[in-house]
């Protein structure tokens, strides 16, 4: 049988089930019912089928025939299952994923990827009559292994979720099992206190925003005037169908116009045009857009809802997620803002092919620093990564997997920390000096990115000298970004200059300076004290010496 995936066919028909695969202890039978009431369909529940079928519970099955026996008979129940008419609403085996067939077969419906950690899934099956859930250690390896499978089939991923935003999560599964979406569209749900939104990340995404709008009758579009020359048809041909005509507001393209008087001017525009409360505001750019337009949507009339179709490597994995919206004070960056969280994400990778190289490469900056947040795969896979400039014009795959582990480690994070309390501050690392960086520089001189870029090597020095972080970290971090042809020092503001900027930072407490340091990569530490003859060292020893030709 052919599938829609392999033949990058539009995924569309209502008898498309919806199958929700994941470990041990995902909750996913009680998902499983919750999606056959939201839908009115009937649901199977593949291991009590399958017991009913063995005649006996499959604790003793497996013991009595071993786990080769209970796979072919799992394989082949499963298959009937996915392969006929019947239920709609399928709840898998956590071992199910582990036929290639069963994997083939799965390409054809909507499969919803219950996340759990190992740890948490422990706790969950341990004690029970599962048969694999018997032994710490061998239970772990399982996970891990697993864990890709069900990453290569989900097409939508739903972290630990319960009560309200698992409902939302489980409804925006449904509407997109039901929308003409092409199956390099995925959705991941971003959790916060509110339930949550989802998340679009794929080639396509952009022209489906139609099918998936979450927003209201009419869409006002806030966007910089080069993102919306080349790309404002398609995001007014994406929207065709679920709005009215879309309002465009355009900025001048780059930092300096993310300021009050520019908020001001949109507010007002928006007020001239009509828009309402039920009205949507679409921030169509970079991340100065998403953090300008995303502070209109915050205040006007007190908060209208907003939609973040970010433009660039920064919106797509950093800026557009996590509800941080505000502008710049010509004192000190992002001074004044909101939280306000998007009512949906559409990231297009595809989008990214008209961006210029400096600001491809720039981006990169911010992928490093996600990935020394998270640590493990992502850390790994970066060290392998060509540069950007290559992956985008060559493998958009490639790109939208390296998006979406970005965005999913930022997720993560914010989950935990909605309004920048603690653990958010993580999010932060190498951005002190950055911030010091562009707000001494007018925010003229440096990309965002390449801002960051220098501030992670600074933070790397400080780590290693307060947190003992190993040197070959730096060394990496150094290599990364003279591979993407981005700055390793600065020139420009004398010391004094930058450590007056470093003493506005936001994140200061009682006069004294924190920073969001690095113990070894997916080990960060906030709130660490350091001693302003620290800060004065390694901002001399970060600065481009005048003989250097380059900067770096
Ligand atoms: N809110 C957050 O959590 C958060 C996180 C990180 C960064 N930020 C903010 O993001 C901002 C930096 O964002 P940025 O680097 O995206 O800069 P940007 O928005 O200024 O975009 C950079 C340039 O790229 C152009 N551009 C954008 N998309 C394009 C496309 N697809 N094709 C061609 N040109 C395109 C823009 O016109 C602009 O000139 C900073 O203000 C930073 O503070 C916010």
Redesign the pocket.
Known sequence: MASLKDTGGVHASSNRKIVLVGFMGAGKSTAASRVSELTGTEVADADALLEAELGEPIASFFERHGEQAFRMREEALVVRLLDRPGPRVIALGGGAVESERVRNLLREHLCVYLEIDAERAWGRSAGSDRPLARERESFRRLHSRRVPLYEEVADAVLPALEGRGLDHALAASVALANAHVPPSVRMVWAPTSDGGYPVYVGEGALGAMGTLWPGGPRAFAVS?E??WG??GQALEDGLAGAVGAVEAITVT???QQ?NVGEAERILRELARAGMERSDTLVAF???????LAGFCAAVYQRGVSCVQVP?????QV??AY?G??GVDLPEA??YVGAFHQPAAVFTDPS??T???HA?LR??FA?VVKTALIAGGVLWERLQRLPPLTEVVATDVERLRAIIESCLRTKLAVVAVDELDQGLRAALNLGHTFAHALEAATGYAAY???EAVGVGLLAALEVSERELGLDPSVREQVTELLARHGLPRRFKGPSTEELLSALGRDKKRRQGRQNLVLLRAPGDVVTECEVSVSVLREVIEGCRESPAAAMPG
Request: net charge negative; charged share 30%.
């Open positions: 910089d080069r993102v080349m790309h393209p780059g930092e993310k750019g970079g991340g100065v857009i998403g953090d433009t660039t490597v920064v919106g950093d800026s996590g941080k919206t960056k992002n989008l990214l008209t961006l210029p600001e720039a981006g911010e990309r965002h990115g």
